[in-house]
């Protein structure tokens, strides 16, 4: 079952230029938490928002999260090319168990 | 730093072949989980461990199973390997309540 959907699937940007990647989602939840994913690698934890939250700072990332539409977003400011990433939210299931499920994630590219 | 360690990057087997995927991690985390990731479709939940011996269904079991005999070692096995599980396995744990998930850095398992 697929609860988050990234949009847009993929996003080519130039260095310098802000990166934002939306994901929506189907149930209620207690917490949503972004992931990179380098080409062929393992995926990292980036931020992780809680469902009381609406925004939340780490770096050059900020997330928002907006309940009420079943959304959030996530923006990277001034990218560099070292960000070029495939990007996932993933979340839980309010009142389930500790699985998390992820979207299929949205493939940034910055070009240098 | 936590540490999940996948015994095999790369593996190539036979159909009908048993073929085991190994997976360790070095923070005794609780949960462990596999996930299957192909192109398109994100990453799918093959199957999910609380505990020692504990285990949970995910989205896609079926041709799989699981053995977790000790906390920090959760294997993933295929009874008899098909061309439709070429893809890459990815191995990853959390702590209990802890939300964000640790990962290996995956297994491209290619059945021929």
């Known amino acids: 079952s697929q609860q988050g959907e990234e949009d847009p699937q993929a996003l080519s940007i130039q260095e310098g230029e802000n990166a934002t990647m939306n994901c929506s989602y189907k149930?209620?939840?207690?917490?949503l938490q972004w992931y990179r994913q380098n080409s062929g690698r393992g995926l990292v934890h980036l931020i992780l928002?809680?469902?009381?939250?609406r925004e939340k700072h780490s770096g050059r990332l900020r997330v928002t999260l907006d309940t009420s539409k079943k959304s959030s977003s996530l923006l990277i400011t001034a990218s560099r090319a070292a960000d070029t990433a495939s990007y996932f939210c993933?979340?839980?299931?309010?009142?389930?168990?500790?699985?998390?499920?992820f979207g299929k994630g949205t493939k940034l590219t910055v070009n240098p | 730093d936590v540490k999940v360690t996948q015994s095999s990057r790369y593996l190539v087997k036979r159909t009908g072949e048993k073929v085991f995927l190994e997976c360790v991690q070095d923070?005794?985390?609780?949960?462990m989980f596999w996930y299957r990731q192909d192109p398109g479709l994100g990453l799918r939940l093959i199957y999910f461990?609380?505990?020692?011996?504990?285990?949970e269904k995910g989205d896609i079991p079926e041709g799989y199973s699981v053995s977790r005999e000790k906390k920090e070692r959760f294997s993933l096995i295929l009874e008899s390997a098909s061309t439709n599980q070429t893809s890459m396995y990815l191995c990853?744990?959390?702590?209990?309540?802890?939300?964000?998930?640790?990962f290996g850095e995956g297994s491209w398992l290619t059945v021929v």
């Open positions: 990853a744990s959390s702590q209990m309540g802890g939300y964000t998930i640790y």
């Open positions: 149930t209620s939840i207690n917490n």
């Open positions: 928002i809680r469902s009381n939250e």
């Open positions: 993933a979340t839980d299931i309010e009142g389930g168990s500790e699985k998390l499920v």
């Open positions: 923070m005794d985390h609780e949960n």
């Open positions: 461990s609380y505990d020692v011996k504990m285990k």
